[in-house]
């Protein structure tokens, strides 16, 4: 449903938030270290309100900081906290990520007991990518206890270490009986020139690679999300419906709209209608904007929509692929953001899955002319789109024409990519077989971003494919 005026109002002040924790960042960092402290019965006089004897905080949630983020607390003592979520999206906080507030809603509150301890530990924002973008808070044990976060929480805790857990990927592995590939072959633009389109914004458990899953947050439980095309002049009406259990948002490149309008993050339950007019031609990224925009695009939330050229010429087939990174967390849990900072991501991939065209190589003709549309959606590394074994005789990047036949008979190798860019090249096979296609960034090829087109009669047993 959409939100009411009031709410739009306070969700429209409210994404400021998103905008300045980019500016306040280090900011949060001072400001953490002020103590909320008071002492549990209110007592006053010299020596009162020692760390030691401190049972009672005030804590603020925001984008992204818990407030202070350090406490001292007395060993073997329960300690109360009046915990008030200040930012714009959803949090909450939980000593080891098990025990505390639920999750709190923009300017909701409460006051929770915890402990008592008899050795530091931490609490932090359990909301995936929280926690790695800084909404940590220590506490550590006093009156005999060693401080410090080094020591085993009382409660038996968890693992902090990002990578302890993570899925891994075996580059041999193949899909069981009954997978199958995404679809690359690109439809033509819909009849008309108004596009009514609806999105989920969903988080579920999808296959990434042979036996490996992840919990991504998806738009139509689909990874990449639909393929959306048209025509300069037409007109796309998106509702985006968020039946998640996180804030999401949509951002269209092809759009001219105020980011604090059509792209602001509704809550789950929530609803938003993001209409635009495509006045420009190109292939373009669409992605989920919701803070942190990197957690949300690297775990899913992405996807392409074409544009054509005015003058686009016809040709027997069209396909589509977008080149995307993966960063494994926990099998069937979110991606890990820790990597996605680092950009340490454990696979690149077309169209979501790892090495998809080689074990389902795409089949088409000898002496047809075909047009491959790719989209960089990153969100962090560059494309080097090659296909091995012919020439493109046309190739166009971020709306314009690079190369197009004519007498000069000029040749091109690669359509070079940085992440959120997007174009297409025109090719043809001169003879039947197996024709790889690749990033150029052999680095990257060889970690998922890898395909094969089958030319005519080609045998695709040496490659394992149907």
């Avoid at 759009?255 to 059509?262: H, Q, T």
């Avoid at 990197?294 to 016809?314: E, K, S, T």
């Avoid at 296909?387 to 190798?413: C, H, M, N, R």
């Avoid at 297409?424 to 296609?437: I, K, M, N, Q």
Wanted: charged share 15%; glycine share 10%; with cysteine.
């Amino acid at each position: 449903m959409q939100p009411s005026g009031e709410e739009r109002a306070r969700e429209d002040r409210d994404t400021g938030w998103w905008v300045l924790s980019f500016v306040i960042g280090m900011s949060a960092l001072v400001i953490a270290t002020l103590s909320f402290a008071v002492r549990a019965n209110g007592a006053a006089g010299p020596g009162a309100a020692t760390a030691a004897a401190t049972t009672e905080f005030k804590v603020q949630l925001g984008e992204f900081f818990v407030s202070p983020a350090s406490i001292d607390v007395p060993a073997h003592t329960a300690i109360t906290l009046h915990v008030k979520n200040t930012g714009s999206m959803v949090h909450d906080l939980k000593v080891e990520g098990l025990t505390g507030t639920t999750r709190l809603s923009p300017g909701a509150d409460e006051t929770i007991v915890i402990g008592p301890f008899d050795a530091s530990t931490e609490a932090w924002c359990t909301v995936p990518g929280h926690k790695a973008a800084g909404m940590l808070m220590k506490v550590n044990v006093t009156d005999g206890a060693t401080p410090g976060t080094d020591s085993t929480p009382s409660n038996g805790g968890v693992s902090t270490d990002s990578g302890s857990q993570n899925a891994t990927i075996d580059p041999q592995a193949k899909p069981a009986d009954g997978w199958t590939a995404r679809d690359p072959v690109l439809p033509a633009a819909s009849a008309g020139t108004v596009h009514e389109v609806s999105f989920d914004a969903t988080e579920t458990v999808i296959e990434v690679a042979p036996g490996v899953t992840q919990q991504m947050w998806t738009f139509n439980n689909e990874v990449p999300g639909p393929i959306l095309r048209g025509k300069v002049g037409d007109t796309f009406r998106v509702t985006l419906t968020n039946r998640g259990t996180l804030g999401h948002s949509l951002d269209f490149h092809a759009s001219r709209v105020a980011w604090s309008d059509e792209m602001r993050t509704i809550q789950p339950g929530e609803s938003l209608v993001y209409e635009f007019k495509a006045e420009y031609a190109g292939a373009f990224m669409y992605h989920c904007g919701t803070a942190p925009t990197l957690h949300h695009i690297g775990n899913g939330m992405y996807g392409a929509i074409i544009i054509d050229p005015p003058d686009l010429r016809p040709v027997d087939q069209e396909f589509l692929v977008t080149q995307s990174e993966l960063y494994l967390g926990p099998q069937g849990q979110p991606g890990d953001l820790t990597k996605m900072m680092n950009e340490n991501f454990d696979a690149v991939v077309f169209n979501g899955y790892f090495n998809q065209y080689v074990h389902a190589p795409i089949h088409v003709d000898a002496n047809k002319r075909y047009r491959m549309w790719v989209v960089d959606d990153g969100p962090n590394e560059n494309s080097a789109f090659h296909i091995v074994g012919t020439i493109f005789d046309t190739l166009y990047k971020e709306g314009a024409y690079a190369l197009q036949p004519d007498t000069s008979t000029g040749g091109a190798q690669v359509l070079d990519l940085q992440p959120a860019q997007g174009g297409f090249v025109e090719f043809s096979f001169a003879e039947d077989g197996l024709y790889p296609f690749i990033t150029h960034k052999f680095a990257n090829a060889s970690k998922g971003a890898q395909g094969f087109f089958a030319v005519g009669n080609a045998d695709t047993s040496a490659i394992g494919g149907h």
